[in-house]
């Protein structure tokens, strides 16, 4: 008797299934960013649809983004699990700063509000993150590749001072 030979694959390949997946996934996480920054380009008024977007998008994006890290932090060991759990904070840290904010410009008082405890959420965000991304590096046996992930570090770390001293020349009279 002749075995019957195994049926062929039913549809794509694995790895073409897998980008596939990947870009519906990068679309949708980019649309509502793409449609956030578009409300907050153009003038909506307070009470209309743009606003309630942008009011509830900005604490919610960084929540997820801490809830997505924290699952990886569980699933990882050793050092990377260290590294995604400081991300993950970095991450709480900015979505529960964006939410006092949002609680402060909804509450009776004057003006934006610049708070100490905003300020140490917007501070504290970007430490952890940039600790998380240093803790991260892998570290290959390719010559010279160490000083290109210190130098991509020193970009984003520049960047991240160069916004708090906009921030801090800003709030002086």
């Known amino acids: ?9 039913e549809g794509k390949p694995a790895h073409q299934r897998d980008l596939q997946r990947r870009a519906r996934l990068a679309a949708l996480l980019i649309g509502p960013i793409l449609v956030c ?13 743009g606003f309630w977007f942008v009011v509830v998008s900005f604490p919610l994006f960084p929540l997820l983004a801490a809830l997505r890290s924290w699952l990886v932090a569980s699933a990882s060991k050793g050092l990377d699990r260290g590294a995604w759990q400081l991300i993950a904070l970095g991450c709480l840290f900015m979505a529960a700063t964006e939410a006092y904010w949002v609680y402060l410009e909804f509450s009776p008082g004057e003006g934006t509000p610049f708070t100490a405890l905003t300020t140490v959420g917007y501070v ?5 993150l940039l600790l998380g991304m240093a803790a991260y590096q892998n570290r290959p046996r390719i010559p010279g590749a160490s000083m290109v992930q210190a130098s ?5 770390f520049s960047a991240v ?9 800003q709030a002086l009279p």
Not at 1 to 9: D, G, H, L
């Open 124 to 128: 504290f965000s970007p430490i952890l």
């Open 37 to 49: 920054e578009y409300f907050i380009l153009t003038d909506y008024e307070t009470g209309s649809f």
């Open 1 to 9: 008797m002749v075995a019957a030979s195994p049926a062929p694959a």
């Open 152 to 156: 991509n570090l020193g970009i984003v």
């Open 161 to 169: 001072v160069f916004v708090y001293l906009l921030s801090v020349y």
